[in-house]
């Protein structure tokens, strides 16, 4: 972790501007990413049959507006949860299998207070993404 803050203040100060302002800039904007295909990444799929899926693209979609909640999860040991109206990221690394931070991450953020936690929904009880087998 230690390691990134410094990254961050390295670019900062080489580049004249800060870290955050220089991803946008040299990576976002270069790849095309703006407001409207972000919004579109964290926006549902719709289904065959008209419903909303708990997937955009790639991303799991916890909660849709006023206070949106996509997410990154993975071997249930580390996971993400961005709340991108109330400006915050919490990323939780463990190294215990079987940890889901995910479970707990809802409450960090309402310690922050971003929104109310949102239920925990399993992976069993979530459509797979398009083309995946369960």
Do not use: C, H, K
């Not at 960090?108 to 971003?114: E, S």
Request: glycine share 12%; hydrophobic share 45%; charged share 15%.
């Amino acid at each position: 972790m230690v390691t990134y803050v410094l990254l961050a203040r390295i670019i900062a100060a080489q580049s004249a501007m800060a870290y955050d302002r220089y991803v946008a800039t040299r990576q976002f904007d270069v790849a095309g990413i703006n407001a409207a295909s972000t919004r579109r990444m964290w926006t549902p799929e719709r289904l065959n049959d008209g419903s909303e899926g708990a997937w955009g693209d790639g991303w799991a979609v916890l909660q849709g507006a006023p206070q949106r909640q996509v997410a990154g999860m993975g071997g249930a040991r580390s996971a993400f949860i961005a709340y991108p109206d109330q400006g915050l990221a919490i990323v939780g690394l463990t190294n215990l299998v079987g940890a889901n931070p995910q479970n707990f991450i809802p409450q960090i953020a309402a310690f922050y207070g971003a929104g109310a936690p949102v239920p925990t929904v399993s992976r069993a009880a979530r459509p797979s993404p398009a083309g995946s087998r369960r």
